[in-house]
């Protein structure tokens, strides 16, 4: 596709509900990023693949946060038993392996969650 | 462990004046440094990125920033602000090799005014 797309960009949930968060990056970019932003803050790393590798999940901050790639391309975050504390932006982001060192992320326009 | 700091969270300029909005990082290792822009409901658009080439480093809009190892900064500078640059503007670090994730500031907030 033309560029990274979250869906849905918009999730009002209640406490204790399961969410799953999609995540297209790119088409053919390897590398495929996770992140949080809570309000008035930078966005802070959760996980990220490649291919369809987990390579990284030192960020995600409890075992009610998953993430899955199954066939290197779209990914799902899913947060099992929401809480108000995870309302936040949760963003994606991809890149190329082939830009070489500092690949540049591209990221998609982010899902805002509101857990009530 | 990486870190970025940037000083102000809120900075407003008048259009046609200069623009300067602060980075300082820490990192063990040689950074690849970026700067990114967050127009409203908009996702993270890349301003410029430092990967160890030229210390200054020119990006879209007429931004520019200079990597400064001695002093650790990253400084983001536009000579002339115009109305349309109001955004927030996130500095962050990568880690060396490919594929690395990137650690952001808390973000400035730039506002113009006429």
């Known amino acids: 596709g033309a560029g990274v797309s979250q869906s849905p960009r918009y999730k009002v949930t209640k406490r204790g509900q399961d969410v799953a968060l999609r995540c297209d990056p790119i088409?053919?970019?390897?590398?495929l990023y996770w992140y949080r932003q809570a309000l008035g803050q930078g966005p802070e790393f959760l996980t990220y693949?490649?291919?369809?590798?987990?390579?990284?999940k030192s960020g995600l901050p409890n075992d009610r946060f998953s993430a899955e790639r199954p066939e290197g391309s779209i990914s799902t975050l899913t947060i099992q038993r929401t809480e108000q504390r995870d309302s936040a932006m949760y963003r994606c982001?991809?890149?190329?392996?082939?830009?070489?060192?500092?690949?540049?992320?591209?990221f998609g326009p982010g899902t805002r969650l509101l857990v009530l | 462990a990486q870190s970025v700091t940037q000083l102000g969270s809120h900075v407003s300029v008048s259009e046609g004046a200069l623009v300067l909005l602060r980075c300082n990082y820490s990192s063990s290792v040689p950074p690849y440094l970026f700067w990114y822009v967050q127009y409203p409901n908009q996702g993270l658009q890349l301003l410029l990125k430092?990967?160890?080439?030229?210390?200054l480093v020119k990006g879209i809009n007429g931004f520019e920033a200079e990597f400064k190892k001695s002093e650790t900064s990253f400084h983001l500078t536009k000579p002339s602000a115009h109305m349309s640059d109001a955004a927030e503007y996130f500095c962050a670090v990568g880690s060396t090799g490919t594929a690395s994730k990137l650690t952001f500031g808390t973000g400035t907030r730039l506002q113009v005014t006429l």
């Open positions: 430092y990967t160890s080439a030229a210390t």
């Open positions: 693949f490649n291919y369809e590798a987990q390579q990284d």
């Open positions: 088409s053919g970019h390897v590398s």
């Open positions: 982001a991809s890149s190329s392996l082939f830009e070489g060192f500092g690949e540049t992320q591209y």
